[in-house]
């Protein structure tokens, strides 16, 4: 699975900021989809992931790292067979190089532990400064 993360930039605090993860050759509604970041001279952490779609059910179920929740939100652009993460209120914080994953065998996403992905993306960088 060949992930492709995109949309990251330069942004002034309190901005706005679009990422896409597609995948060129796969359908990503069938894959769980995690968000992990990486900021200079730190340990990389989960953001925000989604499970693979329960389509008999029609619900997506995400979630949140405590740092990023109530400002970021994770959906499926299904259009676009993309996964996107809509990040609003930007703080300088939030600057580093953003990745998108998956654990391929997974049903469900992992924001702990990066370790079992087997799918990554390159990054792309966010930076929040005035």
């Known amino acids: 699975v060949q992930l492709q993360a995109s949309g990251g930039g330069l942004v002034q605090p309190g901005g706005f900021l679009r990422l896409s993860c597609t995948a060129p050759?796969?359908?990503?509604?069938?894959?769980?989809i995690n968000w992990f970041r990486q900021a200079p001279g730190k340990e990389r952490e989960g953001v925000a992931c989604i499970d693979r779609s329960d389509r008999s059910r029609r619900r997506n179920t995400t979630h949140y790292s405590d740092s990023v929740k109530g400002r970021f939100t994770i959906y499926r652009n299904n259009p676009h067979n993309s996964v996107d993460l809509q990040m609003r209120s930007l703080k300088p914080e939030d600057t580093a190089v953003h990745y998108c994953?998956?654990?391929?065998?997974?049903?469900?996403?992992?924001?702990?532990?990066?370790?079992?992905?087997?799918?990554w993306g390159k990054g792309t960088l966010v930076t929040v400064s005035s």
């Open positions: 994953a998956t654990d391929s065998s997974a049903w469900t996403c992992d924001l702990e532990h990066s370790g079992g992905m087997d799918y």
């Open positions: 050759e796969f359908t990503l509604d069938s894959f769980a």
